[in-house]
């Protein structure tokens, strides 16, 4: 499918990436060089990068090679002898002056983001802020990562933990969260005493290059963090055959997922990885409707539905199901479809095809067995990456939907009885990432998220992720955790000591 040239106030939406991004300051944001070693290397090759509303070229980057990624290890390999004898106050203070770069630059941030990822500006600020806020979270947390002594189990002797740093860690990052992705990994692995390499998806190599800018200009040392992009296979080979790499850290896809985790076996390397959700939101009869549908709103519409947080399974108890379909169908209609930076847009392009593909695929099977579907205008005019956002009702366990992680904004909405069938219902996957329960019941409310099978829930909220919160899955939803005082545990060894022979 062609893209279409689409008017927007008498200019094309082509030229408002073009215009936009050639209004920034900083031109080295936009100059697409990948940081090895210390030092800003073009490439003999180039790939483009492509404004997913209109599928224009809008800057071109380095490509990296399997060569490149080996110059990185090395260099990050020399680097770590003398990053881990920083103070961890020392490494807090680069963290903290890195956070203030990336804020103070929110704005031409935030416009890399949406012109390579789609999402609307306003959604891309926060993101900014939010992927500030771990930097700041982990330049203290290093400076509390405690080790512990233990009664000891000897006569005359002493025991005690260390922390230490693991080594050379690794990062391969995706693009619905461009900066903040990053940010939750290098914050960590940095607060820790190690040196991280970064891959970012090749769709929105941008923003993850101007944060190196700023890392440099922060005062991060040569080789402690690098960003090189490229074609995912051939970069993640060396980074997985290498054995100075000691953790490797991914966010993507649990079919990705797997395969790094068995490439990682090979050097038994430490893997943490965040994987696909598929989220059940439970609503029951007992809530306030229109709490829970703006709940619902929020959990399946953020990020145009491009977040592995998005609730994919939207069960309603039988008492209040119609009246909530019918409040949850007129806000979906309302929302509008556009450029992200378009002031008005709620829901930008997907920033793959094959996402827009899938969510197409979704509609049309549910759509084929009988559902009803409520959709907003269809937006599919103004490019093939554009998904109209759309309510599928009365959707059953057997369809597409209800079995597999949609990523985009379509919702289903599925009727239940009882307490006892939603929970099983809901637990009925081998995802685990999230869930979500709106219910004025505090019984309830406790006897679920003992219950539910997964990494996080929200109680009467759709509203939970920042540095705080131990961000992770169950299951096949991914292993380890980001954020929280548990994040820099990836990235540390323990070491235990025994002091024997103290008797005097
Ligand atoms: P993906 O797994 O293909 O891509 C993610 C990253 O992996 C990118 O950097 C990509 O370049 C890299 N990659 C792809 N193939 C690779 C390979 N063979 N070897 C090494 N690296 C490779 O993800 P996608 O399909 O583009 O994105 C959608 C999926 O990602 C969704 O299913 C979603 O759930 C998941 N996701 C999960 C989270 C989370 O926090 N758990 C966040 C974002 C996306």
Redo the contacts with the bound molecule.
């Keep these: 499918m062609a893209f279409p040239t689409v008017q927007h106030k008498g200019a094309t939406l082509t030229d408002l990436a073009t215009r936009h991004l050639q209004s920034l300051r900083r031109r080295d944001f936009v100059a697409g060089a990948a940081l090895i070693d210390g030092r800003w290397s073009l490439g003999e090759q180039r790939d483009v990068v492509i404004d997913p509303a209109t599928g224009e070229e809008v800057a071109d980057v380095a490509r990296c090679g399997a060569a490149d990624m080996d110059l990185a290890i090395a260099a990050a390999e020399r680097s770590f002898r003398a990053w881990r004898e920083f103070l961890p106050a020392r490494r807090g203070e680069i963290l903290r002056s890195w956070a203030s770069l990336i804020r103070a630059h929110t704005e031409e941030l935030a416009v890399l983001v949406t012109v390579e990822q789609g999402k609307p500006l306003g959604e891309a600020r926060y993101e900014i802020g939010y992927g500030a806020g771990f930097l700041d979270w982990f330049a203290a947390e290093g400076e509390r990562a405690y080790g512990e002594t233990m009664p000891s189990h000897k006569p005359a002797s002493l025991l005690h933990v260390r922390k230490q740093p693991i080594g050379v860690a690794a990062a391969?990052?995706?693009?619905?969260?461009p900066v903040a992705?990053i940010t939750r990994k290098a914050g960590a692995a940095l607060a820790a005493g190690c040196p991280i390499i970064v891959?970012?998806?090749?769709?929105t190599p941008l923003s993850a290059l101007a944060l190196a800018r700023l890392a440099e200009e922060a005062g991060l040392p040569r080789g402690v963090f690098q960003v090189l992009v490229g074609?995912?296979?051939v970069?993640?080979?060396p980074l997985?055959r290498d054995t100075r790499v000691r953790a490797l850290s991914?966010?993507?896809?649990?079919?990705?997922?797997r395969?790094?985790l068995g490439?990682a076996a090979e050097t038994v390397k430490k893997v943490s990885?965040?994987?696909?959700?598929?989220a059940p939101f439970l609503v029951f009869d007992d809530v306030d409707l229109d709490k829970a549908v703006k709940g619902a709103m929020a959990a399946k519409f953020d990020t145009s539905g491009?977040?592995?947080?998005a609730a994919n399974r939207i069960y309603v108890q039988r008492g209040i199901y119609g009246a909530f379909v019918e409040a949850f169908a007129s806000e979906v209609v309302r929302l509008k479809v556009g450029h992200g930076l378009e002031p008005a847009t709620d829901i930008g392009p997907m920033?793959?095809l094959?996402?827009a593909d899938k969510c197409r695929a979704h509609i049309d099977d549910a759509a084929a067995r009988g559902v009803r579907v409520f959709s907003a205008k269809r937006a599919e005019k103004l490019g093939p990456n554009f998904v109209s956002p759309t309510l599928l009702s009365d959707v059953t366990d057997d369809m597409l939907i209800a079995r597999e992680?949609t990523?985009g904004p379509v919702a289903a909405v599925l009727p239940f009885d009882s307490e006892e069938e939603a929970l099983a219902r809901a637990n009925a996957s081998e995802?685990g990432?999230a869930a979500y329960v709106y219910t004025d019941s505090l019984r309830r409310a406790l006897r679920l998220s003992d219950k539910i099978e997964c990494g996080m829930v929200g109680v009467n909220t759709a509203s939970f992720t920042g540095s705080p919160i131990p961000?992770?899955?169950w299951k096949q939803?991914?292993l380890g955790r980001?954020g929280s005082r548990h994040g820099i545990d990836d990235y540390m060894e323990l070491k235990y000591v025994c002091f024997g022979d103290l008797a005097a």
């Design positions: 391969i990052t995706p693009w619905n969260f992705m891959k970012p998806a090749p769709e074609d995912p296979v970069l993640s080979a997985l991914f966010t993507g896809s649990t079919q990705v997922g395969l790094l490439g990885l965040e994987l696909g959700g598929h491009q977040d592995c947080l920033t793959k094959s996402v992680e990523f995802m990432l961000f992770g899955g939803s991914g980001e």
